[in-house]
């Protein structure tokens, strides 16, 4: 089993070092310049990211991870004391669901103005 852990950890050292050093070997002028499809750039080649969007992203996320904490609470009722971890689901719940409210009533969750 050492061997084991001690093989897998040399190969992972080996491969993120070599996919550390790799792409700097020899960067030059055409590798470093932004890819235009030979035409002239018109603008910025960045384009604006609606803070919409990424709310939305960020809320989603939260709520992924509600889920996330709160699906191991039906096996949570086989411990001897269920009721401290309903508590901690309640409570878990009670805060997301306050946060979600919150950001609704600020208008967070309105796209248009």
Request: charged share 10%.
């Amino acid at each position: 089993m050492p061997l084991f852990v001690l093989l897998t950890m040399t190969i992972v050292l080996v491969l993120a070092t070599i996919s550390f050093w790799l792409p700097t070997i020899s960067p030059d002028s055409e590798k470093l310049s932004p890819y235009e499809c030979g035409f002239d750039p018109l603008g910025s080649a960045r384009l604006p990211y609606s803070m919409r969007f990424f709310l939305v992203a960020i809320l989603f996320l939260l709520f992924d991870l509600e889920i996330a904490l709160l699906l191991p609470t039906p096996w949570a009722a086989q411990l001897p004391y269920p009721t401290l971890s309903i508590f901690w689901s309640s409570i878990i719940l009670i805060l997301l669901t306050l946060g979600f409210v919150y950001e609704w009533l600020q208008g967070g969750l309105e796209w248009a103005e």
